[in-house]
Structures are given as C-alpha cells and as structure tokens.
C-alpha cells in the first residue's frame, strides 16, 4: 500500500483557498472597495501632500473598450497608485471625448441610421445618446479593470459648460490672430465627405502607375529656337497621380540645376536635368541622348508649355522643394492638390509679375467636376485610366511605370483619401511654434529624447484644419453679416454664444436664428450693418486630434523610418502621395501620423496574456469590430519600382459604410477570447 505523505507534513492552516478563483472573487473585492470609499479614504490619508493631478487623455465613447482603452487605463492607474505611495496626494480625474466623426460613424454603423433624412437636430441628439451610453459602458468596464479615480465627476467634451468654454478659448484665439479662413489644399476623405487634419491620417503601401507626359514648349522668349525646332521641344513631367493632370497651371523647376535639351533617336528634343536625362533616357527605351545645350533651371522661368489635354498653357516656375532624387526634375504643379504646387503658385500670384490661379478639379465625393472637362463625373480611379488612354492617343505619354509607394488613408473609415483645395477654417500653427517649443523646456522628459522629438515635431507642424463636415461636434461660432459678409467673431458674440451654449448647450447654434444668437444691439465691425447669419455648420473637432495616435499603443521599436517629410522627393506627387486616390484594399503595414520622419514606430505587443485574462473576466463581450488598430512590425520600403501592380486588384473594390474590414491579427485575438 503506497505511503499517504500528506499526513506527514505540517502545513500552516489558512482560511485561502487553494483556487484564486478571481473572475468570482474580484467583484466582490472591488464591491467592497467602492463601499468603503477606497479611493476618497485615499486622498484624505494623504491631505497635505504636494498634489499630482492626472487628466484623462480621453478615449471615445463610440463603443466598448478595447484592449488598447485597457492597457491606457491600467497603466494611468499605475502611475496615480505609485505616486500616492511616494509621498503625493494623487488624482486622477478621468474623461471621455463625446464629438467627431468617430461617435457619428459608429452610431450609423450599428443603428443603421439613415442621418441623410434627419434633421441636424435629430441627428445630434441620437449622437448624444449613443455616446453618453458608451460612457457607461466604458466606465463600468473600467471600474471593473480596478482602476480607481473620480468616476463619478468625470468631464465630458458635450457638457454644455465644457463646450461654453471651449467658445471662450476659440474667441480668444481668433482675437490673437491664430484662427483663420481659407482657401487650401487639405487632407480631404471622399467617403465621409470631410476634412481631416494631419493626426487623422496614416500610410500604407498602395500600388499605381507612375508616368512621364510630354508639355509642348509654346514661349521659350526666344531663347531656344536657335538649337532646335520648338515643334518638337518639350518639357517632360513626371507624377504619380495621373488624375490630377487636369489640374496642372504650372511647371516648377530648380533655378540652381542644370538642365540639357537632350535630343531622342526619334528627333524630339526634352528639357530634363542633366543629372536625371540617363534615367529618362532609360525609361523612354533609349540608350542615350544627344546633348544639345545646357542652361540653369532660372533661364527657364515665365516660359510657357502647351496642356497635352486642356487647351491652357502651362507656365515654367523655380522652386527650392524640386529634387534629382527621382523624376526628371520638372515637377508636375498642380496647386489645388499640393502643399508645396499652393504655396510656391501663390508666391508668384502675390508678387503680381504672373497670375496662375487654382484650379481644382474633383468635388466632395471624390468624383471628377467640370473643371475636369470631359472627364468629369467620374471617380478618380476611372480618371487614371481615362487620362492615361488620352495620353498615349495624342501621342503626350513618354513612358510609364508600375510602382509602390507610401499613400495616405482616413484612420477611420480606411480609405484612400485626396489632398484638394477647399475654404476651411485654420489655427495658424506657425504664431505660436516658439511658445510652444518654449513650454518643452518646462517639462520633464522620460526618455530625455523624446524632447528633441517633440521639438521637431512642432517646429515641422504645418497649419491645422480645424473645420469639419460633420454634423456632430461643436460648431464654429462665426457669424457673417448679411450686408458685407464678411466674417464677425468679437468678444461680444463669442459672450453670447458662450451663455447660451452654457444653458442650453451647442444644439442651440443649430435650433436658433442668428438674430437670437447674436448679442442685442449687434453691428457689424466692418460696415456697421445690424443683421447677422450663420455659416454653413463646419465642425471643430473638440480635443486635438494628435492624442488619438497615442491611445492603445504599447513598446517602442527601435525601427528605422524613411524619409517622408515635406520637400517632396524627385518630381510629381510621389513623394507626398496624399493626391492620389487608390482602390480600398485590405490595410497592413499602416504607419501612423502626419509625417513619421520624427520619431519611433510603435506596437502593441501581443504578450500580455494576464491583461488578457483579466479583461476576459471584466468584458465577456468583446465588440467583433474593435477600434484597437494593430501597427504594422516592419517598417516597409518608401518607394521601390514593382512590376505588375499597376493594376486594380479585384478584391479592392471600396467597401460600403459599415462592411466589416478584412481579418486581422487583432480581431482574431479578441475572437478568441
């Protein structure tokens, strides 16, 4: 009979049990907690002590938590539970963002609602609804994670007297001069029909043809007529967005560069740089050229180029932002799709010695408009092909190629998205850089590098959007007045749209006339009339957007990142590829932000199985959708040449509001659990 050692060995007697059992036993510890106060009995044990203060960052209240919200609330309470055993009285006052896109596309997802047929009105109260809901939700989860703070007085981006004082700090911007109205190319998402500022955006691998056509030279003010026939002399442009052809005014290049009129085998001759003419050379299927002269890119400037397709010309500019990293070294100028093609047309416009313009040839939805002539009505996919056919028919196309490059896609819906020019509302970025720079010295930096990053990053950060074509947000509160029309905004309007908001809250921009927004005895500071009216709503989205790309992310990887910062690399839109709108397809390798040349690319791991666990017993239902975007691990190549991806895959048809995204990596994980 085989020994029984249990009896042999003395053991201390203890009430625990063998089991922890913790999805059974947590609740009625933490119920035991909210009972006694815990987290109030903490602050008056530690009244007195230096206070540390810690503000949500908040998430959105568009749907439960995720595993990323989790990982962001765990950590917060770490950090208030660490410095309250180091000697500080630690709060943490938790808060919810309740505006923007996210609520709107969230709520028409899963209500199926139809916001088309609604009143503003309607709408924003569904919306208010839903995310006040979602609150509730997230906060139980939250509390159910452990996490301790003032859940019962947290902030809300729709509390009336948070939005009144949001109207107080906009009309203090606008008093200072930061906040302004105009006419410029942005970040633009056909499928939600708005803008988007810089933090909204992420990059991804997108295939697309990449092409070489031919601009007749048609004024060369006599100084290129004497070492060729100008009937066959031509400026050749390169650019990855065939569609924005249609929007060309200009010819931009390098007044310090050398550029050849090389001559073909076939007797025509082309304008390109002297360091790029054997790759062109190349890719026109020849071996070599026949130089024929050689001038600096400044002997070129006010000459004029005939549209291969528009019967306007095209005229010849000098621009510090053209490079010889790739293209010809004459950039395609297309100023209502381009950063640098605005700011260097509006430069010479300014300076009165040749008028260029904007033209900006795709509406809201992304579909080519009359200023597209016959292409219009159609997306911009089906323009590639079109302009490309009319290329080659009139004899303008030099070559093409299929490529890969880094484009630009909405972080919300996924898809392609443009860069056009439209009238929207700005923060001037630029008065206010050196304070904020300033403000960094103030501040400790763990690791110390991450100062240096954050420098760069603002000294890098261009205008911001701050307008939006959504309906649920917090309108902008500029009234224009009805004789002049120009814009009012004074400390007057913004006091009476401020107590409103206070009172009534932001629906009252949208439910009441002007006269009764408008203070009493108003006039206008421009021309002294007395009638106002509101603009079209164009919505400001209520928190900074940047703090979206920080939410849910994990480990830092020390991976390199490739050069993508403003000044465009070689010719036409490659390097800056936010023009072009490419086929929806299935989303990997995403890097985040406005321009990741700053900084370190950021995941989270797949490790945390005890988070995991624990979340399981706290959230039994996860959403099958989570909003937890997973990083890509390897950083992709920023442009390499591919043969055969030109074109359209079958399966990148875009998808309609509310179709479920392909399967990814983190969605099978929560599946699992």
Known sequence: MAQDYNSTVNLPKT??????????REPDMLKQWYDMDLYHEMLKRTEGRPVFDL???PPFSNGAIHMGT???KCLKDFITRYKSMSGWQAIYYPGW?????????????EQKLNHKEMTTAEFRTACHEFALHYVNVQRDAFKRLGCLGEWDKPYFTMNPKFEAEEVKVFGEMYKKGYIYKGKKPVYWCPHDETALAEAEIEYAED???SIYVKFKVKDDHGKLGKYCDLDKLYFIIWTTTTWTIPGNLAICLNADFDYVLAKAPNGEVYIVAKELMGRVAEMGGYESFEVLAEMKGSEFEFMTAQHPLIDRESVVILGDHVTLDAGTGCVHTAPGHGQEDYEICRKYDAEGKIHIGMTVPVDDHGLMNEEAGKYCGLTTDQANEAIFNDLQA???????EDIIHQYAHCWRCKSPILYRATDQWFCSVDAFKDQACAACDDVQWLPEWGHDRMIAMIRERADWCISRQRRWGLPIPVFYCSDCGKPVCTDDTIKAVSDIFREKGSNAWFEMDAAELLPEGFTCPHCGGTRGRRPV????????AHRRRHQGQGAVQDLPLPRLDRRRRGQGHAQEPRQRRGPRRPHRQIRRGPRPSLGLQRRLPRGYALLRRHLQAAQREIPQDPQHRALHSRQPPGLRPQQGHGARRPDARARPLGAQPPERACRALHQRL
Do not use: Q, T, W
């Open 394 to 400: 009139c004899g303008a196309l030099y070559a093409s």
């Open 70 to 72: 989790a990982l962001n």
């Open 207 to 209: 295939p697309c043809k």
């Open 15 to 24: 009430e625990f049990p063998m089991r922890a059992a913790l999805p059974k």
């Open 537 to 544: 709503p164009r919505l400001v989205p209520v928190l900074p």
């Open 55 to 57: 503000h949500d960052g």
């Open 97 to 109: 963002d309740n505006h923007g896109m996210p609520i709107e596309s969230a709520i028409i997802k």
